[in-house]
């Protein structure tokens, strides 16, 4: 999670405003292209751009590891919380691996 705190930090330095979900979203997805690029080699084609994301492990991501599955579905944890009045807690983390 320090990784999201840091993203936050900057953005708002950047920005004058607090990050949104879209925002995070974006910058995380840039990250993931910009490694799928480098693993293409500097002769990249489609197609092994899209390999390069297929081989994406545990990349880390603001909110936890991130990988892509054989079928170019991201998979990453998922955070239940609770928001109470403006306070907002959290009830649990679960891994990929343990959903359906």
């Known amino acids: 999670m320090r990784r999201g705190y840091a993203f936050q930090q900057k953005y708002r330095e950047?920005?004058?405003?607090?990050?949104?979900?879209?925002?995070a979203l974006?910058?995380?997805?840039?990250q993931l292209h910009a490694e799928a690029l480098k693993q293409a080699s500097s002769t990249w084609t489609l197609e092994k751009f899209a390999a390069g994301l297929r081989e994406i492990k545990d990349f880390?991501?603001?909110?936890?590891?991130l990988s892509?599955?054989?079928?170019?579905?991201?998979?990453?944890?998922?955070?239940?919380?609770?928001?109470?009045g403006s306070a907002l807690s959290m009830v649990k983390r679960y891994e990929p691996d343990a959903l359906p």
Do not use: I
Request: hydrophobic share 40%; charged share 25%; net charge negative.
């Open 14 to 23: 950047a920005f004058k405003e607090e990050a949104d979900v879209a925002a």
């Open 68 to 84: 892509m599955t054989s079928d170019q579905y991201l998979r990453r944890p998922l955070y239940l919380a609770r928001l109470d």
């Open 60 to 65: 880390p991501g603001l909110a936890g590891p």
């Open 26 to 30: 974006g910058y995380e997805a840039l």
